[in-house]
C-alpha cells in the first residue's frame, strides 16, 4: 500500500496545483492578449494605409504603392491592369493571415477602391519571433510559479500546521489514566480550538467513569471479601480441631489453600481494574522473599518442599504488591501437592525463583507439562507483574526444573 503524504505534503501540494492553474490562467492570458493586440495593430495599418492611399489616389490615379521589406503596396485597376502577387491576387476584400510557411508573419488586407482593387501586404517576422520568445517565457513562468508555490505552501504550511503539532504532542504525552486537561489554552479561538476543547470535555468524562469505576470496584472489593473472609475463618476452625480425621484435615488444607489463592487473585485482579499506581519504597530484599515463600508452607506438606533462600541488601518495589506478585508466581511454579526442592535468590536488579521436583515427570508432555497457567505471560499473575514494570523471563526442562527471572525496574536495587 502505497505511503499516505503528510498534512504538511497535502498543502504544499495544494499550493504547487494552485501556483500550476495561476501561471496557466496568466499564460493564457498573455498569450490571448499577445495575438489580439498583434491582430488590432495589423487591423489598424492595413485600413490606416488603405484610407491614406485610396484618397491620395483620388487625386493622383498614378501615385506609386509602396514597396518596401516591411509593407507592399499593390493596385489591380477595374480595366484588369496592375500587378498582384498570385499568393495574396484571389483573395475576397478584408484582412487575411496568408498561409506562407516561409513566411509566417505575412498578412494581407484586400480593399476596394475607386480606382480598383487595392491589396496592401505587411511582414510581421519580428513580431512572430517575439511570439514564440513570449511562449518560451510563458513555459518558464508556469514552471517557476509551480515551483515557488510549493516552495511558498510548504513554508507556511511548516507555520499553519504548528498548533495541529503541539496539539498532537500534547494528546501523546497524555498519561493511561485520565485526567482533566486545558488543551484549549495551547491553540486560538477557531476549529483547532473547538477541537482541543472537545478533547478537553471528553477527558473530564473520563475522568468521571473512571470516579464511577473506581467506586464500584471498592464496593465490589468490600463485597467479595466478605463472603470469602467468613469461608476462611471456617476452614481455620475446622484445621483447629483436635478430632479432625487426616483425609478431612487435607481437604481442608486444600480449601484453605484455594481460598487464599483466590484471595489474592481478587486482589490481582482489582488492581489491574483499577489500573492502581503503586509506589516502591526499600524493602529487605530477604524478609521480602521469606514472605512470599511462607504460602508453600500451607500450600503442599512442609516435609515435601525444601526452601532455600539467599539475598542480601534491600529492594524498591512495593512491598504487599511484591509479596502479592511472588506468592502467585510460586504457586504456579510448584505443581499443586509436588513435593520438591525451592531456591529463591535475589541479587542486583533480578529475582531467580528455581523448583526441581523430587522426582522427575514421566513424560515431558505430562499433566504439568500440559497446564496452560504454568505459563505467566498471559495469567492474572504475569499481567500484573508487567503492571509492577517487571519482566518475567521462563524455563522449563525435562528433567522437572524449572526457573522463572524477574528482572525489576531499573534502580530497584539498594
Not at 22 to 32: E, G, K, R, V
Not at 389 to 397: K, M, V
Amino acid at each position: 500500500m502505497a505511503r499516505r503524504l503528510t498534512l504538511r505534503q497535502r498543502i504544499a501540494l495544494a499550493y504547487s496545483a494552485l501556483g500550476l492553474i495561476l501561471s496557466l490562467l496568466f499564460a493564457l492570458a498573455s498569450t490571448y492578449l499577445t495575438e489580439d493586440y498583434e491582430e488590432i495593430v495589423v487591423n489598424e495599418i492595413l485600413l490606416g494605409q488603405a484610407q491614406d492611399y485610396a484618397e491620395r489616389l483620388r487625386q493622383q490615379p498614378d501615385l506609386p504603392l509602396p514597396v518596401t521589406h516591411r509593407l507592399s503596396g499593390y493596385l489591380r485597376r477595374h480595366d484588369g491592369s496592375g500587378f498582384v502577387p498570385p499568393d495574396v491576387a484571389d483573395l475576397p476584400p478584408g484582412i487575411h493571415e496568408v498561409d506562407d510557411a516561409s513566411d509566417p508573419g505575412k498578412h494581407a488586407g484586400v480593399f476596394d477602391i475607386d480606382a480598383g482593387r487595392l491589396t496592401f501586404v505587411i511582414n510581421l517576422n519580428s513580431i512572430e519571433a517575439l511570439e514564440d520568445y513570449l511562449l518560451w517565457f510563458m513555459l518558464a513562468v508556469v514552471a517557476l510559479g509551480t515551483a515557488a508555490s510549493g516552495w511558498v505552501g510548504w513554508l507556511l504550511a511548516g507555520r499553519t500546521i504548528e498548533p495541529v503539532r503541539r496539539l498532537s504532542a500534547a494528546v501523546d504525552a497524555l498519561p493511561s489514566r485520565p485526567q482533566p486537561t486545558q488543551l484549549a489554552g495551547l491553540v486560538g479561538e477557531d476549529e483547532l480550538g473547538r477541537l482541543a476543547k472537545a478533547i478537553d470535555a471528553y477527558q473530564t468524562r473520563l475522568v468521571d467513569a473512571d470516579a464511577a469505576e473506581r467506586a464500584f470496584f471498592a464496593d465490589a472489593s468490600h463485597e467479595l471479601r466478605t463472603p470469602i473472609a467468613v469461608v476462611q475463618g471456617a476452614a481455620e476452625v475446622l484445621l483447629d480441631e483436635a478430632g479432625a480425621q487426616p483425609a478431612l484435615r487435607r481437604r481442608l488444607a486444600r480449601l484453605e489453600r484455594g481460598m487464599n489463592e483466590l484471595t489474592d487473585l481478587i486482589n490481582v485482579l482489582l488492581g489491574l481494574a483499577r489500573r492502581s499506581a503503586y509506589f516502591a519504597g526499600s524493602v529487605d530484599a530477604r524478609t521480602l522473599l521469606e514472605e512470599s515463600a511462607a504460602s508453600l508452607a500451607s500450600a503442599v506438606e512442609p516435609r515435601l518442599v525444601q526452601i532455600d533462600i539467599e539475598a542480601t541488601g534491600n529492594l524498591r518495589v512495593p512491598r504487599a504488591e511484591a509479596v502479592l506478585a511472588l506468592r502467585g508466581i510460586l504457586r504456579r511454579l510448584l505443581p499443586p501437592g509436588a513435593g520438591g526442592a525451592v531456591r529463591l535468590r535475589a541479587h542486583g536488579e533480578r529475582i531467580e525463583l528455581h523448583y526441581r521436583a523430587s522426582t522427575a515427570p514421566a513424560t515431558p508432555n505430562g499433566p504439568d507439562a500440559a497446564r496452560s497457567d504454568r505459563h505467566l505471560g498471559l495469567t492474572l499473575i504475569g499481567r500484573f507483574a508487567q503492571h509492577l514494570g517487571w519482566r518475567l523471563e521462563e524455563e522449563a526442562t525435562e528433567t522437572g526444573e524449572h526457573r522463572i527471572v524477574v528482572r525489576l525496574p531499573a534502580e530497584s536495587s539498594g
